[in-house]
């Protein structure tokens, strides 16, 4: 499949142009409808051809909620996602750090506030000297109104991502449904992966909430993540305290994998770097055990856009090298957004013999099988339907021990948000996997 051109999307990860759109794409029916209704489309943000790093301002007003106190402002840095659409992105509304409102003069009072900060400043040491008796008391008056309000915006946004999240309390449920839970959980285990389009800072609160709920509905045991941001990094990591975080860097936009404490338990991490990517990917790798089973969990973002192609050949043929090489009594999981298209896999000539294509196991379900979807999931200004499967799981089972087989695979973040918006340009996977007999054991049977 040969793109002729980049567009601005999920992909995007470093200097070159993201997303690389296939001229024929195969339109299959799928089993998402996509509403009649059209949303009214904003003025759209024109992004750079380079993936420049965003200002992620959104994140940050939200992260900023998060912190008990008022005057704190983080500003996560990262970068743009290309556009090759001639239409722009949404115009994201910037938050500006603090302000200071101006003191009004004597002679023409005023309450609105000068855009200049130096001059701010300036006019209010002039002033303070002249009307300082005055002015004292607004003064006081507008510092604990604005406090006041802040500390309220804060404890409301962190009392609805909590809510979103958390839902109905495990506390709140009877004995007898704690148990129902735990022995069905007890030879299960349940992978999430989602690009989770981090780099869009466009409608980011309604959108990490929507991302909460679901992680929180469907707890499951081990969740991957690409296109994470430090921002998104630190609101996830103040609401899901019953996972363990393990990230692929701490800036920029990365990879990360999410351990559930009560299910999963984790003994070591590893960060393999691409030493040929020219936008900062690299395969995240972490050692657990479930339930008494050794498995090995990878994820990665490999490498974007047409131009990429050659170079994410590279690295799928590195995460292979790295699955066959793990102990013979290790089960491996991977799971990520590959940007493959499906010629390149047959271009390395297929999957390696022991390594395995989740969704090819499940006997290829049509409903599951595209994860970015443009002609039902209008994020980014795409004007021509594009279907792929970008986001796949690979699963390489222990030659010793219990089997690992998976059982179903469903697409999540389906649904439209209040704001108009889906929580991410990709579709999240959601796949239940069951342990089965070992070898060993179905062979004395």
């Given amino acids: 499949m040969d793109e002729s051109s980049c567009v601005q999307s999920h992909t995007c990860s470093g200097a070159p142009p993201v997303g690389c759109i296939g001229p024929n794409p195969c339109l299959v029916n799928t089993k998402v409808e996509k509403k009649t209704v059209k949303k009214k489309k904003k003025n759209k943000k024109k992004k750079s051809a380079a993936c420049q790093m965003k200002t992620g301002s959104e994140f940050t007003q939200v992260a900023v909620e998060e912190q008990s106190s008022a005057s704190e402002n983080l500003t996560g840095n990262h970068k743009n996602k290309p556009a090759e659409s001639n239409s722009q992105k949404r115009i994201s509304r910037s938050i500006s750090p603090v302000r200071t409102t101006a003191i009004p003069s004597p002679q023409k009072p005023s309450t609105k506030p000068t855009c200049d900060q130096s001059t701010q400043t300036e006019s209010l040491q002039c002033q303070s000297i002249q009307t300082q008796s005055t002015q004292t008391p607004l003064i006081q008056g507008i510092h604990t109104t604005s406090t006041e309000t802040k500390c309220t915006q804060t404890i409301r946004s962190s009392f609805y991502l909590h809510q979103a999240y958390w839902g109905k309390s495990f506390t709140d449920q009877s004995a007898d449904e704690q148990k129902t839970q735990s022995s069905t959980r007890s030879n299960h285990l349940t992978v999430i992966s989602w690009n989770i389009d981090g780099l869009d800072d466009e409608n980011v609160h309604d959108r990490v909430k929507g991302l909460l709920s679901h992680l929180g509905k469907n707890r499951a045991d081990v969740v991957l993540l690409q296109e994470l941001v430090p921002p998104c990094v630190k609101i996830l990591k103040n609401v899901m305290k019953d996972y363990q975080f393990l990230e692929g860097s701490e800036d920029g936009y990365f990879s990360g994998i999410l351990l559930r404490k009560d299910r999963v338990q984790f003994l070591q991490s590893n960060i393999v770097k691409y030493p040929t990517t020219e936008q900062g990917r690299n395969l995240l790798i972490a050692n657990v055990s479930v339930s008494g089973h050794p498995l090995c969990i990878m994820t990665s973002h490999l490498e974007s856009c047409k131009t990429g192609s050659q170079e994410r050949l590279n690295q799928l043929r590195r995460v292979w090298k790295w699955m066959r090489e793990t102990p013979e009594d290790h089960t491996v999981i991977f ?21 395995s294509d989740v969704w090819e196991m499940l006997g290829q379900p049509e409903e599951s099988r595209y994860t970015w979807d443009t002609s039902i999931n209008d994020n980014n200004d795409i004007p021509n339907p594009i279907r792929l499967r970008f986001d796949r799981l690979f699963l390489k089972r222990a030659a010793k021990g219990a089997q690992l087989q998976p059982e179903s695979m469903t697409l999540i973040g389906l649904e439209r948000l209040k704001c108009d918006y889906f929580i991410s340009d990709h579709w999240g996977i959601l ?5 089965g007999e070992s070898k060993e054991q179905c062979v004395t049977d």
């Fill in 335 to 355: 799971g990520g957004d590959t940007n493959l298209r499906d010629w390149e896999v047959k271009k390395l000539g297929g999957l390696p013999d022991n390594i």
């Fill in 431 to 435: 796949c239940t996997f069951i342990f």
